[in-house]
Antibody
Framework: QVRLVQSGAEVKKPGASVKVSCKAF????????IHWVRQAPGQGLEWMGR????????HYALKFHGRVTMTRDTSMNVAYLELGSLRYDDTAVFYC???????????WGQGTLVTVSS | DIQMTQSPSTLSASVGDRVTITCRAS??????LAWYQQKPGKAPKLLIY???TLESGVPTRFSGSGYGTEFTLTISSLQPDDFATYYC???????FGQGTKLEIK
């Protein structure tokens, strides 16, 4: 059974960084890319970027360039999202999701709420 | 970046109604388009991919069509479980539409 299990909620101060993990179960981790999607409270879905779980190559949305880093550990089947220089409007649920190259995102993690508050 | 525009933003309908949601791309995405359903507090769920292919396990009352820049998601007979927010996503450069909230009339 395919599952993506994310780390728990975080509260961070403005200017800090946050690192969210996403552990994959039930499939060959390196066959799929991991994408990250943000959803601010009451708002829509916003694509942040993706990492090639096999080779580690990344592609980030322009909006997040310079603030976001996506990494993975193939020995543990875990992907990571790190977002720096946090602002109040970064408060959101962050989702990881898997996607086979050429196909759609087909499974999602449960989401991780990151709250930016002083 | 390819912009995705959904309409309407909100749709009020009744159980048994046939509803259609439209998604327009700012440039062609061929058939690289997916539709997702999201309920409050939950992750999105894949309904349709490649513009018109029904994901396994999704009820056949859901259907998708379109090519290039204009796409539709149709629910043939609304069920109580269908009231949710729907998003399109082009998976060329991965942008999402802004969402359509389907409400009970």
């Amino acid at each position: 059974q395919v599952r993506l299990v994310q780390s728990g909620a975080e509260v961070k101060k403005p200017g800090a960084s946050v690192k969210v993990s996403c552990k994959a179960f039930g499939y060959n981790f390196t066959d799929y890319y991991i994408h990250w999607v943000r959803q601010a409270p009451g708002q829509g879905l916003e694509w942040m970027g993706r990492i090639n779980s096999d080779r580690g190559g990344t592609h980030y949305a322009l909006k997040f360039h310079g603030r976001v880093t996506m990494t993975r550990d193939t020995s543990m089947n875990v992907a990571y999202l790190e977002l720096g220089s946090l602002r109040y409007d970064d408060t959101a649920v962050f989702y990881c999701a898997r996607r086979k190259p050429g196909g759609p995102i087909d499974h999602w993690g449960q989401g991780t709420l990151v709250t930016v508050s002083s | 970046d390819i912009q995705m525009t959904q309409s309407p933003s909100t749709l009020s309908a009744s159980v048994g109604d046939r509803v259609t949601i439209t998604c327009r791309a700012s440039q062609t995405v061929s058939t690289w388009l997916a539709w997702y359903q999201q309920k409050p507090g939950k992750a999105p769920k894949l309904l349709i991919y490649q513009a018109s292919t029904l994901e396994s396990g999704v009820p056949t009352r859901f259907s998708g069509s379109g090519y290039g820049t204009e796409f539709t998601l149709t629910i043939s007979s609304l069920q109580p479980d269908d009231f949710a927010t729907y998003y399109c996503q082009q998976y060329n450069s991965h942008t999402f539409g802004q969402g359509t909230k389907l409400e009970i009339k």
